[in-house]
């Protein structure tokens, strides 16, 4: 199977949309794994097809490709009404509240984090390691809770302490 280029990452975002895939839908992926890692069925690409099939059946994948198919649909559409103005302000509010907004975060997360201890943001080579900061001399990295919950992080590997946060109407909150 291939996809033309750019094609993958629009059916992940329609998927993101519609949560075809989430368990409730499709099954939890790491159970069946597991058993089927423990099942008597053949140790293959196709032996977990046989055994995916027959646990939670291939209706599953078919409706869930619909529904993700439909929110692909309405990428689509609205790309269609997409101009190069929203870009322009899109990435300027990325670039500047975004950024902006983000700096400030980071200064309050570490500041309530710090219980007193000296604390200070990272620089420019820091960060490109994956530190936002420092409390008493050790790396941290400073994510949203919601973080927690997005593909990223699963796929991320960040090797320093990671401190969460919520932005709730009474300011924020250290998780």
Do not use: C
């Not at 998927?15 to 099954?27: E, I, L, Y």
């Not at 995916?52 to 490709?65: F, L, P, Q, R, V």
């Not at 919950?149 to 300011?171: F, M």
């Amino acid at each position: 199977m291939t996809l033309l280029p750019y094609i993958g990452s629009v059916i992940n975002l329609g998927n993101s949309f519609s949560q075809a895939t989430r368990p409730k839908h499709v099954g939890q992926m790491s159970d069946l794994i597991q058993s089927f890692r423990d099942s008597y069925y053949e140790q293959s690409v196709d032996g977990w097809e046989s055994y995916y099939n027959d646990m939670i059946g291939s209706d599953k994948i078919e409706t869930a490709s619909k529904k993700i198919y439909e929110y692909v649909q309405r990428i689509k559409a609205n790309l269609e009404h997409l101009t190069e103005e929203d870009v322009y302000n899109w990435t300027k509010d990325l670039i500047i509240n975004k950024t902006f907004d983000g700096l400030l975060i980071q200064l309050t997360v570490l500041e309530l984090a710090s219980d007193g201890k000296p604390w200070r943001l990272s620089t420019s080579l820091e960060e490109s390691k994956g530190i936002d900061g420092f409390i008493d001399g050790v790396p941290k990295s400073i994510k949203p809770y919601s973080y927690k919950k997005t593909i990223q992080s699963g796929k991320e590997t960040i090797p320093y302490d990671i401190i969460y946060y919520r932005n709730t109407k009474n300011g924020l909150v250290i998780v």
